[in-house]
């Protein structure tokens, strides 16, 4: 049996069931538990359609340690999402060749922000164009601001920045200087963009005022979006997770839903950088260890 298993490649116990005829076939494997927390992944399948298996698992083991309930394994609920077909189609697209070797996630809070910009268009044709300021660190959307119809100017990006500060610190100058990393000077300047005055004069008085008020002002490279990844990963989220599943009537009604998307983002929306965990939990975590 020994030297025909090693021939065929097989182990003795295959080749073994094989002749005797006594190998049975696997059945799916399950637990009794399973049907108590199927209509629960369900539910939030429902309310969140654009999650996979582990973020529906955060989201769940955070409602049942709310309950006094023990957390479910990840790879049970992905056993259980697959057997009910909820599992999120996989992606075909090929990464590019260009790698980035720059870090832009930083070992705390408070030392590098990341500004983008972003727009959607509504239904009825109108444009909505924001920026926000997110921290490199705990994933916090620290200010934002939104307008209908019209570019973010540079006295919209110098209140959000001033904001930024005023949330961080308290006051009106960082303590110590606080990166902050924009897309390349071009796109920065389109994002500061006015109607009625040329954008180079805009973008130099935005860096000016961010130094005055302890910013370090700073810039990816151009046809660099991976030096800016963690806002790249933001504006993809906010598109994903929430524009592509909502009704986007009229620009009124979408200035109203972005504060609570927002929001949502801080307080539920678990992150893969904080270890699946929302900012605000994540913030809270490191405040009590501290």
């Not at 990006?157 to 990393?181: H, I, K, N, S, W």
Request: glycine share 8%; hydrophobic share 40%; proline share 5%.
């Amino acid at each position: 049996m020994k030297a025909v298993a090693e021939v065929l490649g097989v182990s003795r116990s295959n080749l073994y069931a094989r002749v005797n005829g006594g190998g049975q076939q696997r059945r799916r494997y399950h637990k009794a538990q399973d049907v108590a927390v199927l209509p629960l992944i369900a539910k939030l399948v429902a309310a969140r359609p654009t999650y996979g298996y582990r973020r529906i698992t955060a989201i769940l083991n955070w409602q049942l340690r709310a309950e006094g309930a023990a957390p479910v394994n990840h790879k049970r609920i992905y056993r259980i999402m697959q057997g009910q077909d909820l599992l999120l189609a996989r992606r075909c697209t090929q990464r590019p060749a260009r790698s980035h070797d720059g870090k832009v996630v930083t070992l705390r809070s408070n030392l590098r922000w990341c500004s983008d910009g972003l727009e959607f268009v509504c239904w009825n044709g109108d444009v909505i164009r924001a920026a926000f300021i997110i921290d490199a660190h705990d994933r916090e959307i620290v200010a934002w601001r939104a307008v209908a119809g019209a570019g973010i100017s540079g006295s919209h990006e110098a209140d959000m920045t001033l904001e930024a500060v005023e949330t961080r610190f308290g006051g009106y100058r960082a303590p110590q200087p606080v990166e902050m990393l924009s897309p390349s000077r071009g796109l920065q300047a389109n994002l500061c963009r006015a109607a009625d005055t040329g954008s180079p004069y805009i973008a130099k008085e935005t860096r000016v005022f961010a130094r005055q008020i302890g910013l370090k002002p700073c810039f990816t490279p151009i046809k660099s979006p991976q030096s800016n990844g963690i806002s790249e990963a933001f504006v993809n989220t906010l598109k994903r997770d929430y524009a592509r599943v909502t009704p986007l009537h009229d620009a009124k009604t979408v200035l109203v839903l972005v504060a609570g998307w927002i929001k949502d983002c801080t307080a539920n929306h678990p992150h893969s950088g904080p270890k699946m965990r929302s900012p605000r939990e994540f913030i809270a975590a490191q405040t009590a260890t501290a």
